[in-house]
C-alpha cells in the first residue's frame, strides 16, 4: 500500500533527441525525436505505477528518466524534495548527496544476462552492493543475506546457485539474480523496464508475483514499464496501483488500474483495451481507430497527437492540444477535449470518418 510521501516527482518533464534526417548530405540539419514530452508524474512510497503504449511511445525513456539515467531536457525530476540532476553537479552541495540518489533508483532490465558480468559468479555479483552499502556486515553476514535471497526467490539449493555464472542461468533465473542485486541496495524505487517481456507466459506471472511479494518486504516502489497492457494490467490491479498509457511522448491518461480499464476515457486507451484478448473486450468487434499507420515521431500530428487516428477526433482536437485534466475519479485523468462537456469540441466539426458518438 503506498503512502502519501512522494519518492520521486516529475514535473513538465521534456525529454528530446535529435535524429539524423536520413539525408547521405552532412550538412543536412537534425530532425527532434520528442520522446517525452511535457509529462507530470509522482511516484509515492510502496506504490506501484505501470506505464504502457506501443513501441516508440516514450515509456522507456521516460522510465530512465524518472531513475535519473536520463536527463530532461526540460522539467525537472525530484528524488525526495531533491533535483536529481542538481545534486549531480559537482559543486551543487544538495541536500541529499547524488550517490545516495543512485542507490535509492535501481533498474532492472528487459535482457538482466547483459547486465550481470559473465565473468562473474552470482554470489561475486550480488556481494558488490553489500560490501559498497553495507559496510557493517561481514564475509559470513554478506554470505547468509545472499543464499537467504536465493532460497526466496525459488533458487534453491541456494549454494548451488551462488557458484553458476549468468550462462549457466535460465532467463527466468537470471531475472532473479537481477531482481535480488537491484533489492540488496535497499531502494526507494524500482524501474522494471520490459522486465518479464522476455519470459514465457507462465514464467511472467511467477516473476510479477515475486517482485509484488517481495515489495512488502522491502518496502520499495516499482515503476513498471510494459508493451503489453495484460502484463501492465496485471501488475497494477495486484498491487491496487495505478496505470499510466502514453502516446507519441505524451501520458494521455493516468489513474487507479481498475478504474482505467473498466472506464477508459482517452481514446487510445479503449484501442489498447480492445487489442488485448485477455480483457475479454465485448463491446466493440471493430477496432476502435480511423487509421492502424502510427504517426512519425519526429514529426508528430498538431493539436492532439492521437487525432489522426481517433475515430471520434474533431477540428478542435487538430487545432489545439488538450492539457491533462480530471474526471470524476480521484486520481484519475486524461488528456481528451471529451471528458469536459464545455469544450469547444462538441462544436467543431467531426474530422473525415469521426462521429461524436459517446
Not at 537534425?30 to 516514450?58: F, K, M, P
Not at 528518466?65 to 525530476?77: C, D, E, F, R, S
Not at 531533491?82 to 533498474?107: C, G, H, T, V, Y
Request: charged share 25%; hydrophobic share 35%.
Amino acid at each position: 500500500m503506498s503512502s502519501d510521501e512522494t519518492v520521486v516527482s516529475l514535473s513538465g518533464v521534456d525529454v528530446h533527441f535529435e535524429s539524423e534526417s536520413g539525408s547521405l548530405n552532412p550538412f543536412t540539419d537534425s530532425q527532434t525525436v520528442r520522446a517525452v514530452d511535457d509529462v507530470d508524474l509522482e511516484i509515492a512510497e510502496n506504490d506501484v505505477i505501470a506505464i504502457v503504449g506501443e513501441s516508440g511511445s516514450g515509456k522507456t525513456t521516460l522510465g530512465k528518466a524518472a531513475v535519473g539515467l536520463q536527463k530532461p531536457t526540460n522539467g525537472t525530476i525530484s528524488y525526495r524534495g531533491q533535483d536529481i540532476w542538481q545534486a549531480k553537479k559537482r559543486f551543487s552541495n544538495p541536500d541529499i548527496p547524488f550517490s545516495e540518489i543512485r542507490r535509492s533508483l535501481q533498474i532492472i532490465h528487459q535482457d538482466p544476462e547483459s547486465s550481470l558480468n559473465p565473468h562473474k559468479s552470482v554470489r561475486s555479483s550480488l556481494e558488490q552492493p553489500l560490501k559498497k552499502w553495507q559496510t557493517h556486515l561481514g564475509p559470513e553476514d554478506r554470505e547468509a543475506r545472499i543464499l537467504a535471497m536465493l532460497e526466496k526467490v525459488g533458487m534453491s539449493p541456494a549454494h548451488d546457485y551462488a557458484e553458476r555464472y549468468p550462462h549457466q542461468l535460465s532467463g527466468g533465473e537470471t531475472q532473479r539474480v537481477a531482481l535480488i542485486r537491484a533489492l540488496l541496495m535497499n531502494p526507494d524505487l524500482i524501474l522494471a523496464d520490459e522486465a518479464v517481456s522476455a519470459l514465457d507466459v507462465s514464467l511472467r506471472v511467477e516473476m510479477m508475483d515475486l517482485m509484488l511479494d517481495l515489495q512488502d518486504s522491502f518496502d520499495t516502489s516499482y515503476l513498471f514499464i510494459s508493451h503489453d497492457l495484460s502484463n501492465a494490467r496485471y501488475v497494477a490491479e495486484h498491487a491496487d496501483g495505478y496505470l499510466g498509457v502514453m502516446y507519441l511522448g505524451e501520458l494521455v491518461e493516468f489513474g487507479p488500474a481498475e478504474e482505467v480499464l473498466q472506464n477508459p476515457q482517452h481514446p487510445y486507451t479503449k484501442v489498447l483495451r480492445w487489442a488485448t484478448p485477455s480483457l475479454e473486450i465485448t463491446d466493440a468487434t471493430e477496432p476502435p481507430v480511423r487509421t492502424i499507420d502510427i504517426p512519425d515521431p519526429v514529426d508528430p500530428p498538431s493539436g492532439c497527437r492521437f487525432h489522426t487516428r481517433c475515430p471520434h477526433a474533431t477540428a478542435h482536437c487538430r487545432d489545439s492540444t488538450p492539457e491533462s485534466r480530471s474526471t470524476d475519479v480521484p486520481d484519475h485523468r486524461t488528456a481528451c477535449y471529451r471528458v469536459d462537456d464545455h469544450s469547444e469540441y462538441w462544436n467543431a466539426e467531426p474530422l473525415e470518418g469521426a462521429s461524436l458518438d459517446r
